[in-house]
């Protein structure tokens, strides 16, 4: 069994940072790709950053030049360094991974972690 554990959510005010992580553990083989996507109210689960196991990464638009994301493959943990918050921000923070193994392609997913940035 698969877990993810998200940290790092909460409020804060506009211009302000946070830091995500998120912990994958338990029997995952073959991770592709490691990501966030956020869930505004009212909206659809979109991709906010991901990196992939060979160290690609990808933005959304809407963050690029404010997030970054990284991970530590020794510890199948991914994290998202959010600077510059704005209120258009405050979402769900969801943490992804992405398997291909014995020919099957998996997506995991976390709970979600709130980050709401107040303007």
């Known amino acids: 069994q698969v877990q993810l554990v998200e940290s790092g959510g909460g409020l804060v005010q506009a211009g302000g940072s946070l830091r995500l992580s998120c912990a994958a553990s338990?029997?995952?083989?073959?991770?592709?790709?490691m990501g966030w996507y956020h869930q505004a109210p009212g909206k659809q689960r979109e991709l906010v950053a991901d990196i992939t196991s060979g160290g690609s990464k990808n933005y959304a638009d809407s963050v690029k030049g404010r997030f970054t994301i990284s991970r530590d493959g020794a510890k199948n943990t991914v994290y998202l360094q959010m600077n510059s918050l704005q209120p258009e921000d405050t979402a769900v923070y969801y943490c992804?991974?992405?398997?291909?193994?014995?020919?099957?392609?998996?997506?995991?997913w976390g709970k979600g972690t709130l980050v709401t940035v107040s303007s």
């Open positions: 338990g029997s995952i083989f073959g991770i592709s790709s």
């Open positions: 992804n991974v992405r398997t291909f193994w014995g020919g099957r392609l998996m997506d995991y």
